[in-house]
């Protein structure tokens, strides 16, 4: 891993994140931290240029964005217009909204939408993703939905971002995943995971929980991961120094 593939979602600090004003700040405090790049997720109305010159003056890169399953899948030129905006080339679908996971009519309409959208992606020159959550793990035709969605989307229209943490929740081995998502990962949303004594699971910093990077991290590289990108979703106490100390981990641990 290079510390130019280290990149912060900015849905990990989204309550800083409402107002230019706000984003400006946030952005230097990341690239302070030494984040590369940022995935532009959970940040309020403002236009992409705006977006864009922001990332731009602090030295970020946008790596990804999110995109409401309604647009990406109903409107993808609305995607392939905000992308170009924004100076990014790739953006996930975060979840289906509304999506029944046991209903095959669901599934095969979901995959039909998603190859449809990916088409309109990659004819303009960028790449769709597809975000899984743990429901994902839910088994279809005795396999996960996740094995029967890229089973049947082909990998010019569909690539994954997959997401450490809800492969684990589902009860996925997170390096297989990666392994069989060889030449498909250009994205992957690190998160750790730890178990709590209320008999939960719960998000924390990389390194801090149970996940096992010594063996995620090479899989992943193995497999062409470009950007691996630092979320989590709720944070003991300022979500900034939780950035950091997931940051500080990786690096001492996995850059080169």
Same mark, same amino acid.
């Given at each position: ?9 900015? &849905? ?17 405090? !990341? ?6 790049? !940022? ?5 309020? @109305?403002? @236009? ?41 080339? &790739? ?58 969605? &890229?089973?049947?989307? @082909? ?73 691996? !990108? ?5 944070? @003991? ?20």
């Amino acid at each position: 891993m290079k510390i130019s593939q280290l990149a912060a979602q900015l &849905f990990t600090v989204r309550e800083h994140c409402k107002t230019a004003a706000d984003l400006a700040v946030t952005a230097r405090k !990341v690239r302070a931290i030494g984040y590369a790049g !940022v995935q532009i997720s959970g940040v309020g @109305p403002i @236009p992409e240029e705006e977006i864009a010159r922001i990332m731009c003056e602090e030295g970020l890169a946008i790596c990804a964005t999110h995109e409401p399953s309604d647009t990406i899948l109903g409107h993808p030129e609305k995607v392939v217009d905000r992308l170009q905006r924004l100076g990014c080339n &790739f953006a996930a679908i975060p979840f289906p909204k509304d999506m029944d996971f046991t209903s095959a009519g669901q599934l095969r309409e979901l995959v039909q939408k998603l190859d449809a959208s990916g088409k309109v992606l990659r004819d303009a020159g960028l790449t769709f993703g597809y975000h899984n959550h743990a429901t994902e793990f839910v088994r279809f035709e005795g396999a996960p939905v996740l094995d029967y969605i &890229f089973r049947r989307v @082909p990998v010019a229209h569909l690539v994954s971002e997959l997401d450490t943490y809800y492969v684990h929740l589902g009860g996925g081995d997170v390096t297989a995943w990666c392994q069989k998502l060889r030449d498909r990962l250009p994205v992957m949303h690190i998160k750790d995971y730890v178990f709590t004594t209320a008999n939960k699971p719960d998000w924390c910093e990389i390194g801090q929980g149970n996940l096992d990077w010594a063996r995620i991290i090479p899989a992943a590289e193995k497999s062409g991961c470009q950007w691996f !990108v630092v979320e989590q979703e709720s944070c @003991p106490g300022d979500p900034f120094a939780s950035l950091q100390i997931s940051f500080d981990y990786l690096k001492a641990n996995f850059v080169a």
